[in-house]
């Protein structure tokens, strides 16, 4: 067991008590103590590591509910461990990670294949997500009660939609059950079918082929129909144009149990800044128009979003570095995701509470996990935060072992300095 922790001066963001003050954190035997203003005059347990953290941000550790790893069958690509370790240098203290690996993560003895993998070798938490079909193939359900019971967080066909609407119903009937969260991403395997980024002038000027909003739009909103059908509970897990914000919020308006989320890289790029065909930006959802990020960041910031994801998805470099067309989607983000969330707050677009919500209290909150709150009692993973810290994001400081950042020579400011899961600190600058 680690030792006690005093982190003194400290502003305390927490927005499981919408609390923002500067104070103090008492952490022992990996719990938290105290932590406020009243935790000044507690004293310290005895042999407490004591900083004095004078203009440093305390949060809730932060949640990562969308993280792509290679393993089992990809180790080449991400295993469990070096994603945990590019998580904690990213303020990241939780991950639930896709099922889509090799084999798939569709029955029990996978599930307990991460869970006792992450024990052996993460330096974060661990969580695992499991298929909602098997093989990903959108036909025949998985156990979800089972799988639940075995530690399963949640339940996704990764980067594949379930096509089949009475599928999709037994599933959403069956999972409501248990209380499960159904986590889908949208993409209509038609319309999008050839596109490689947003469909619109630029794709053109490209002669690139484009994927167009209602790829995304058309099954959401018949998800969405379904999820009001089985009154499931319904994630949409990363969305980007305003028009599914739009739609989300009319069927909570009806009632349905719905939530969203959004890769920061939504939030912080858009579709100029593939430039001359730069693979690293060749993302899904793909980049939208600069008006269309504005927008997103606005629904975000009035909580119209529910969470903020890395969407980290590692690719090696013979996926990447092909032509546009050919090349695969995704980028790594869990050491990028504080940082780029951060200029939205230095931009005065979004408060840094409502951030912290997005990246921590919310997706936990979600989730059902033990995180996402200083409240005493809970598990004592801390993000400390220098908000004005500048760095530059060069390939060779990653601990991924993709290095497919789209925020290769990023200028930022502000970044986790350290990151504590559970008492123990496991990474700091």
Same mark, same amino acid.
């Given at each position: ?187 209509? #395997? ?91 930006? #060749? ?140 008492? #123990? ?5």
């Amino acid at each position: 067991m680690s030792n006690p922790i005093v982190l003194k001066n400290v502003r305390i963001v927490d927005p499981s008590r919408n609390l923002d003050e500067v104070g103090t954190i008492i952490t022992k035997n990996g719990v938290i103590l105290a932590a406020g203003s009243a935790a000044q005059n507690q004293g310290t347990p005895d042999g407490a590591v004591v900083r004095d953290c004078t203009g440093l941000v305390a949060t809730p550790g932060l949640v990562d509910a969308r993280v792509h790893i290679g393993e089992p069958g990809g180790e080449h690509r991400e295993t469990i461990a070096s994603a945990s370790r590019a998580a904690a240098a990213g303020g990241v203290t939780s991950i639930i990670i896709m099922p889509d690996t090799d084999p798939v993560i569709d029955d029990i003895a996978l599930v307990e294949f991460v869970k006792k993998t992450a024990r052996d070798t993460a330096a974060v938490k661990v969580y695992p997500a499991a298929a909602i079909t098997k093989h990903l193939a959108g036909e025949e359900m998985t156990e979800i009660g089972l799988l639940m019971q075995a530690g399963a967080v949640a339940f996704t066909d990764a980067h594949s939609s379930v096509h089949d609407t009475q599928v999709l119903r037994r599933i959403m009937t069956y999972a409501r059950e248990f209380g499960a969260v159904v986590c889908c991403e949208t993409r209509d #395997k038609y319309l999008g079918a050839n596109g490689v980024m947003h469909e619109g002038l630029f794709a053109s000027w490209l002669g690139l082929s484009g994927i167009p909003r209602e790829a995304e739009l058309i099954p959401l909103e018949r998800d969405l129909r379904i999820a009001e059908l089985t009154r499931g509970r319904y994630h949409a897990a990363m969305i980007s144009v305003p028009q599914s914000v739009e739609a989300i919020e009319l069927a909570r308006s009806r009632g349905a149990k719905v939530t969203s989320g959004i890769s920061i890289n939504n939030l912080a790029l858009n579709e100029n800044d593939i430039g001359e065909y730069r693979t690293f930006f #060749k993302l899904y959802p793909p980049l939208r128009p600069e008006d269309d990020r504005v927008a997103m960041v606005d629904a975000l910031a009035r909580g119209a979003i529910d969470i903020i994801v890395s969407s980290h998805d590692p690719q090696d470099v013979d996926t990447k570095r092909l032509p546009f067309g050919e090349a695969a989607d995704g980028a790594v983000g869990l050491e990028t995701m504080l940082a780029a969330a951060l200029r939205l707050h230095h931009g005065g677009q979004v408060s840094l509470m409502r951030l912290i919500d997005a990246m921590s209290t919310r997706p936990a909150e979600i989730f059902g996990l033990d995180a996402g709150t200083l409240k005493p009692g809970a598990a004592a993973d801390i993000t400390l935060i220098d908000l004005d810290e500048p760095w530059l994001v060069a390939k060779d400081m990653l601990l991924s072992r993709s290095k497919n950042t789209p925020f290769e020579d990023a200028r930022f400011s502000g970044r986790a300095v350290a990151t504590y899961v559970s008492g #123990k600190l496991v990474h700091a600058v």
